[in-house]
């Protein structure tokens, strides 16, 4: 006898919602919350003004040193004692660095959270920064960089961005800086960046059952000891496009495998065309069914994957394809890009692809703002791109409203693709010639 089960017809999909958003100021800081009711879970972040973007040029990857020097203890304990307060609570500090902020965060039970939050002031406010502790961190995030840039890719992608940008900028290096820049800081650097950036109030980021947290209290912890207003954070950045495109090389003798990097400039997170943007690059090249991975991995065979997509800070963005390549395919699989980028942007995107992408996108967002850590992630980015409260309520709905009028409006607005800087990582001596005569664009070795 066979029993044949029938498969189960999908259910109904829950509507989503994004919990409501409690803002206040006390103690010379912000608090913005969010009330997850009877979840038993709570996530407090500290939200500082202290990303990247802050960074002297010349002194790039003090935020990296300075979040790797926070565990090393604090003026009241050292080292091992802060560590086993933390792990008594049953948490970790998770540090984390972008262009627009720095955070430090705890994720505990909801009764426990008082004290987290004020073992990570103690952290950020007062740390040891005992000297021979921070040469000691800095050397080896200095090593760790040098193991990563052994790797194809960080070269390729600080060569982009200094192009992009320009090397003289500090958005124009790398954001966690290179093995020269980490190498070359010195103990001072350390606690000059942490006295001017570390001791602002900044923001506290709750998510968690309000009716059992005492958001005053919180604050109060968090704020204890700072000093001083908020930072100029500046308006968004006009970057100019190229006029033609360019190909730099970045030598690499004797690799088989060629690293790919294509972009151009793009608007800032807060720009109004940032969901039909996004939509475009998913269609394009964010996603496994995108026409990039379409064409390049499944159709030429010439890679494993290849990406597209925007991505934005506060202050400016970009548009990046990334893929590896054999050598003998590498003048092909640019041609090939730069021929997809540029049919979007002329003919736009089909309703079956918009169909696929704000579909995944929605689906996407709705399975991943579930957690107390993804709900307080969320709030950070209204806090650092000044976005309304209702932002995430109503983004989900705004993804799968877009319609293919203003989808492919935003990729004929935001791509250009006779304005890319194509960066190819590979060996010089086999592929140059290849790369001149596709005629993308005249043919440079990178400086780096």
């Known amino acids: 006898m066979t029993l044949i089960a029938a498969r189960p017809g999908a259910g109904i999909p829950r509507p989503y919602r994004f919990p409501a958003v409690v803002r206040r100021e006390v103690a010379g800081g912000r608090v913005v919350a969010a009330h997850l ?32 020097a926070l565990e090393e203890g604090t003026a009241q304990r050292d080292a091992t004692t802060f560590a086993l307060a933390v792990e008594g609570l049953g948490t970790e500090l998770v540090t ?75 958005w124009g290096r790398p954001m966690y800086g290179d093995p020269d820049s980490v190498a070359a800081l010195d103990v001072e650097d350390v606690t000059v960046f942490h006295s001017e ?24 912890a968090a704020f204890a000891g700072t000093g001083g207003g908020p930072a100029e954070r500046g308006g968004p950045i006009e970057v100019p496009l190229h006029t033609g495109r360019r190909i730099l090389l970045v030598d690499r003798p004797g690799s088989v495998q060629s690293t790919l990097r294509l972009g151009h400039p ?10 039909p943007m996004t939509l475009a690059g998913t269609v394009l090249g ?55 980028i540029t049919r ?12 696929v992408a704000s579909s995944w996108r929605a689906g996407q967002l709705s399975v991943e703002l579930q957690s107390p850590r993804a709900i307080a992630s969320a709030l950070t980015t209204l806090v650092v791109h000044d976005l309304p409260d209702d932002y995430h309520a109503r983004l989900r709905e705004a993804l799968l409203a877009a319609d293919v009028a203003e989808v492919s409006a935003a990729a004929a607005a935001h791509l250009h693709p006779e304005s890319l800087t194509l960066v190819v990582e590979g060996d010089a001596a086999v592929i140059r010639d290849e790369l001149i005569a596709t005629g993308l664009g005249e043919v440079t070795d990178a400086t780096l």
């Open 37 to 68: 009711p009877g979840q038993n879970l709570a996530v407090a972040v500290l939200l500082l003004d202290a990303g990247a973007g802050r960074e002297p040029v010349g002194k790039e990857g003090l935020g990296g040193v300075l979040a790797k």
């Open 286 to 340: 964010g996603a496994f069914t995108s026409r990039l991975n379409h064409l390049i991995r499944e159709v030429r065979g010439y890679t494993y994957g290849i990406r597209g997509d925007f991505a934005s800070s506060r202050r400016f963005g970009r548009f990046a394809v990334s893929s590896g390549v054999q050598n003998a395919v590498t003048a092909p699989a640019l041609v090939e890009a730069v021929g997809e």
């Open 197 to 220: 950036w570390f001791l602002r109030p900044g923001t506290l980021i709750v998510a968690g059952d309000l009716d059992r947290l005492d958001l005053d209290a919180l604050a109060a």
């Open 344 to 355: 979007t942007r002329v003919g736009g995107v089909t309703a079956d692809e918009l169909a």
């Open 96 to 170: 984390g660095l972008d262009w627009d902020s720095f955070q430090v965060s705890v994720q505990v039970p909801v009764d426990r959270l008082s004290a987290a939050v004020e073992l990570l002031a103690e952290a950020v406010r007062t740390p040891r920064l005992d000297p021979d502790d921070v040469r000691r961190v800095r050397d080896d995030e200095a090593t760790a960089l040098r193991m990563d840039w052994a790797n194809p890719g960080p070269r390729a992608d600080a060569a982009l961005r200094a192009d992009l940008f320009g090397a003289d900028n500090r």
């Open 266 to 275: 793009s608007p800032h997170r807060a720009h109004p065309d940032h969901v």
